[in-house]
């Protein structure tokens, strides 16, 4: 158990929907990642806040976005839902918001099914 | 983001060393390599990371070739339980830490 935290575990729409993936990070990171992970893509970096702001943002549609709360959780909302968007969603956290030694732990994912 | 090459597949018998390559020949003094893997049906798992000299932990052991262009991920004994995909990912010390995964070696460990 890494410690980080998300809810759903699995979330079916249809296309042209809107959900909310949700992520709890592990005691004492401030920095919360997101990465999609689709069978033709690959694990692929979305976006990265710490301490409740944007710092990083990778191949993040613009029908995608995400924030991070006071309390550090983050939610990330994918809007206009296609049948492309259907992956694992991960989130992962650590300590500090550069590279480096830190390291990254992740959740166990939302499995994302756009119907 | 500096880039990293790995074999796509490698097989091991189960309790025989198994040594995964990853070639980074782009790699910057600051890029820290790091590996993870992840099980299936699981998020991607740290598992070890270095600069320059080579790392031990109760995992595995990292390799840093000498002009750090290449690094060999050690696991001593391989169980059931490596099998996985195994990530070789950089990571600049004055960069954000978003990292790059490429495709990974997938490692399939037989009885």
């Known amino acids: 158990d890494s410690g980080v935290t998300q809810t759903p575990k699995h979330l079916i729409t249809a296309t042209g929907q809107r959900v909310t993936l949700r992520c709890s990070p592990r005691?004492?990171?401030?920095?919360v990642y997101w990465y999609q992970q689709s069978l033709d893509q690959g694990l692929q970096f979305l976006i990265q806040?710490?301490?409740?702001?944007?710092?990083a943002k990778g191949n993040i549609l613009e029908r995608f976005s995400a924030q991070q709360f006071p309390d550090l959780h983050s939610e990330l909302n994918l809007s206009s839902l296609e049948l492309g968007d259907s992956a694992l969603y991960f989130c992962?956290?650590?300590?500090?918001?550069?590279?480096?030694?830190?390291?990254?732990?992740f959740g166990p994912g939302t499995r994302l099914t756009v119907l | 983001d500096a880039k990293t090459t790995q074999p796509n597949s490698m097989e091991s018998n189960e309790e025989e060393p198994v040594h995964l390559p990853c070639n980074h020949s782009?790699?910057?003094?600051?890029?820290?390599i790091h590996w993870y893997r992840q099980l299936p049906s699981q998020g991607p798992e740290y598992v070890i990371h270095?600069?320059?000299s080579n790392v031990n932990n109760r995992m595995a052991s990292l390799a840093i070739a000498e002009d750090r262009k290449s690094s060999t991920l050690i696991l001593h004994r391989a169980t059931l339980r490596d099998a996985a995909v195994y990530y070789c990912?950089?990571?600049?010390?004055?960069?954000?830490?978003?990292?790059?995964f490429g495709s990974g070696t997938k490692l399939n460990v037989k009885p």
């Open positions: 992962a956290s650590s300590v500090f918001w550069r590279g480096g030694t830190d390291t990254q732990y």
């Open positions: 005691s004492g990171d401030l920095s």
């Open positions: 806040y710490y301490n409740g702001e944007e710092r």
């Open positions: 782009t790699i910057s003094g600051t890029d820290y």
């Open positions: 270095g600069l320059t």
């Open positions: 990912i950089l990571s600049g010390l004055y960069n954000f830490n978003k990292f790059y």
